[in-house]
T-cell receptor, first 113, second 111 residues
Framework: ELKVEQNPLFLSMQEGKNYTIYCNYS?????LYWYRQDPGKSLESLFV?????AVKQEGRLMASLDTKARLSTLHITAAVHDLSATYFC?????????????FGAGTQVVVTP | NAGVTQTPKFRVLKTGQSMTLLCAQD?????MYWYRQDPGMGLRLIHY???????AKGEVPDGYNVSRLKKQNFLLGLESAAPSQTSVYFC??????????FGPGTRLTVT
């Protein structure tokens, strides 16, 4: 059974500082997704990571994937209030899994001045 | 292009009542999924479909049924609602095994 663990589950950030969210998973997979969810809203796709060593960047967010370590990181640079949200990583279960995803529990991010 | 839509947005049921949640997508995606989201647990897959006329069980299928009679629609049914089914339900679709696009969600309360 694939397990996906995110840490921390809650992250209080100060504006202007850098932070990292970690996503560990338990079995082989080379597809990992990061989503953002605002309170009461749906999930918004942030990054799609499809191979070992993949790195994607968008604004203050950068995601990377190390399939050998079964680890993905979401790095936040110079946090701003607009980044307050819950961030989920999701791992594709297998090559022939019909796209089924196993989600982490989510990291709630609060950015304060 | 509306993407993924869900009907209804909110619903309150009494224990034992039945209802159907409708998911529609206009992106011509083959794959569709139903998830539930509970506090502190992320999203869990209920059922999914890899094409018109096909359905399969996910991680937490008990108490739910689904149908995919048309490619663009994926229905989730609760035959006899229970308080444990109080949750937020999300539908998603994808072009084969790729990035999933989510609907706005349905907030269901069972009393």
């Amino acid at each position: 059974e694939l397990k996906v663990e995110q840490n921390p589950l809650f992250l209080s950030m100060q504006e202007g500082k850098n932070y990292t969210i970690y996503c560990n998973y338990s079995t082989t997979s080379d597809r990992l997704y990061w989503y953002r969810q605002d309170p009461g809203k749906s999930l918004e796709s942030l990054f799609v990571l499809l191979s070992n060593g993949a790195v994607k960047q968008e604004g203050r967010l950068m995601a990377s994937l190390d399939t050998k370590a079964r680890l993905s990181t979401l790095h936040i640079t110079a946090a701003v209030h607009d980044l307050s949200a819950t961030y989920f990583c999701a791992v594709d279960l297998a090559t022939d899994s019909w796209g089924k995803l196993q989600f982490g529990a989510g990291t709630q991010v609060v950015v304060t001045p | 292009n509306a993407g993924v839509t869900q009907t209804p947005k909110f619903r309150v049921l009494k224990t034992g009542q039945s209802m159907t949640l409708l998911c529609a997508q206009d992106m011509n995606h083959e794959y569709m999924y139903w998830y539930r989201q509970d506090p502190g647990m992320g999203l869990r897959l209920i059922h999914y479909s890899v094409g018109e006329g096909t359905t399969a069980k996910g991680e937490v299928p008990d108490g739910y049924n689904v149908s995919r009679l048309k490619k663009q629609n994926f229905l989730l049914g609760l035959e006899s609602a229970a308080p444990s089914q109080t949750s937020v339900y999300f539908c998603a679709s994808s072009a084969f095994s790729y990035e999933q696009y989510f609907g706005p969600g349905t907030r269901l309360t069972v009393t």
